[in-house]
Structure formats: C-alpha cells, structure tokens
C-alpha cells in the first residue's frame, strides 16, 4: 500500500504529562504511527520515553492531551520489558486467559496458540507454570500474549533485552509479518543498530521533549549530517 494511503492506526498528541510530584515530565509530544509502520520511540535514560508508554496506555492520572487508536478494530497489545506473569497459571492458561479477554474465537485461539509455540519453541513447556522459566522463556511468553491477538497496534517496550539471537530472529519475523498484514509498531529500544535496519521511522526523545521525529533521512538533515548512521545523529541531537 502506498504510504499516503495507510491511514494512521496511533495518534499521539502529549501536551503535557507526568506524575504528582512532576506533571509536566513531558511536554509537546506529537506523532503519528501508521499501517505497516514500524516507530522506534529513541533516547536516553530519563529522556521521557517509559512516560510516554505510559501516557499512550492510560496509565498516568496528570496527562493533558490525547491518543487515539484508530485502526479497523481500534485495538492494541502492550509488550513489556519486564515480564508480568501469574505464579499460578501455566503457559496454557496464560495463553486461555488472554484469549478469553481478546474474546477469540476457540478454534482462532487454538490454531494461533500453535503456531506461536512452535514458532518461539515452548510447545513442550505449556503445560508448565513459568516461575522457574529463565528471563528469556518469560519474555518470549509476553511476546506469545501479544501476537496472539494479531491487534491494530503493537507498542513494545525494549522488547530485546534477555533474547537469545534466535528468539530475536523470530520475533522480527513476526514484526515483519505483522507489519506486511498492516499493524502499526511503536517500540522503544535502546538498540540503535538494529533500530536503523528495521525502522521505518523514528522519534527521538531527549528531557521530556521531542527532538527529531522522521525516517533516517529526515534526522538526518534535521542533524546536519547527511551520511551519519543512526547513532551518530543520535548523540548529536541530545
């Protein structure tokens, strides 16, 4: 689909956003994710990224501003960096319980649960509580929950850290699949090498405030630096 045509599945608009102690952490925050596209949210540590997420997910009571999701479905799936499990729910009902909030259809459920078990390698583990599973294993489960539902919008949150490079490999697959059927991707990741080779655009984030938005060519004009990789314009605009 030409890129004027794909409308936009996430609209961003942060005028102000925060906590009670710092309401206006971020401030001025505009961007648009559309179908097929793949958003890397970029910056340093305490730029404003996690408080963006927040702001997009509902999660902040001092937000001023507006997002909207508009996708067919006007649906989304959070990826978490850091793995939220139920000590008492194997796999499988982790993967039951979050088809019965989707509402999925039991034969979409079942053949789709295959298919994301096989392809991130836990068939043998369903049936197994994942308390004891290692940081990787648990974190490809948050990555089973979220393709599950196959959602307008993905909003992933340094999805990379505790993956094996095979795992890794999967789930760019998966991305690229979603991205193919038309979702929209924002993720924040502190990868800058991989974040050039699979983004399609970016926005990048310094003290609560936006300072470059835009494909690669585009920050890099916005930088001066017509030639420069990704991380170079990067630490140039900080």
């Not at 925060?18 to 097929?36: C, K, L, S």
Request: net charge negative; charged share 25%.
């Amino acid at each position: 689909m030409p890129e004027e045509q794909r409308m936009a599945v996430l609209d961003v608009h942060i005028d102000q956003a925060g906590y009670e102690e710092a309401p206006d952490t971020i401030r001025n925050i505009h961007f648009q994710v559309r179908q097929g596209e793949l958003v890397g949210l970029l910056g340093p540590n305490g730029a404003g990224k996690s408080t963006t997420m927040k702001s997009i997910l509902g999660l902040l009571k001092d937000f001023k501003g507006t997002v909207s999701f508009r996708g067919e479905r006007k649906s989304y799936a959070y990826i978490p960096e850091h793995p939220i499990l139920y000590d008492e729910l194997t796999l499988w009902e982790h993967m039951e319980f979050a088809a019965s909030v989707y509402e999925l259809d039991r034969n979409v459920f079942l053949e789709r649960a295959d298919d994301l078990l096989h392809r991130f390698r836990l068939l043998d583990e369903k049936h197994q509580l994942p308390g004891k599973f290692s940081k990787g294993m648990q974190q490809k489960i948050m990555l089973i929950l979220g393709f599950l539902n196959k959602p307008d919008v993905y909003i992933v949150d340094e999805p990379f850290i505790g993956l094996d490079p095979k795992a890794i490999k999967d789930f760019l697959g998966m991305l690229d699949e979603e991205r193919k059927r038309g979702a929209g991707i924002l993720m924040s990741t502190h990868v800058l090498d991989t974040a050039e080779r699979i983004c399609s655009s970016f926005v990048l984030l310094s003290g609560g405030r936006l300072v470059a938005e835009g494909t690669l060519q585009d920050i890099r004009q916005q930088c001066g630096m017509p030639d420069a990789p990704l991380f170079d314009c990067f630490h140039s605009l900080l």
